[in-house]
């Protein structure tokens, strides 16, 4: 799909997404797709090789358990980068609203093959 | 400065800004940039022959004129992307709280030396 040349409205693309894990492309900007995904429980162990992976939580708490450093949890308003390489693992009690950015064609789960391993597409 | 190893909050970001149209940036993932501004009034024509910028509007209302097409008005949780090279200028009527992400080293002005022209700074 192309960049659309409308505003687009975070609120109204994420009541888009009904499944969990499953990041849908908002926008593109430098070839880097911002993505909106609703998560809930446990994601998998898994790292980006291709670049660093910026994190918007919208609404609700999200916490990211990193490999080799302390955890962060993430309330509504907070970003926080994972930079190239560090495995991570997304964790979310209750429902939880984010925006994530990253290169495109870049896959949700890196190099590890899961049945949350979600295709590329807009919303 | 480095990447804040800690998540960045938004709203406490914006509130420590105080001048109009200065951007200051408050992370970086992958070489760009997101800052967070308040805007007020009108800014001057520019592009950014760089690359793409990526617009967020967290609290007002930003209108951009863009020069080779239809103008765009964003509200809150809307964003746009105006494409590398776009003549564009940003307009507020009211106070407008804004963020947005270009490449690291990119001037709030592009070429076009001005009053308005901000240093590249964190908070």
Redesign the interface.
């Known amino acids: 799909m192309a960049?659309p040349?409308?505003?687009?409205?975070?609120?109204e693309k994420l009541s888009k997404v009904t499944e969990y894990w499953s990041p849908k492309t908002?926008?593109?900007?430098?070839g880097?797709e911002?993505k909106a995904v609703k998560v809930k429980g446990e994601f998998v162990w898994h790292d980006h090789p291709e670049?660093?992976?910026?994190f918007i939580v919208v609404k609700g708490e999200l916490t990211i358990d990193l490999r080799d450093?302390q955890s962060?949890?993430?309330?509504a308003?907070?970003?926080?980068?994972v930079?190239?390489g560090v495995q991570h693992r997304p964790v979310a009690p209750e429902e939880c609203e984010v925006l994530i950015?990253d290169?495109a064609g870049v896959v949700n789960t890196g190099g590890v093959a899961s049945e949350l391993t979600a295709q590329d597409e807009w919303i």
């Open positions: 960049r040349d409308m505003p687009v409205n975070v609120a908002i926008l593109e900007a430098n880097y911002m670049g660093d992976e910026l450093r962060v949890t993430l309330g308003g907070d970003m926080f980068v930079p190239r950015m290169a």
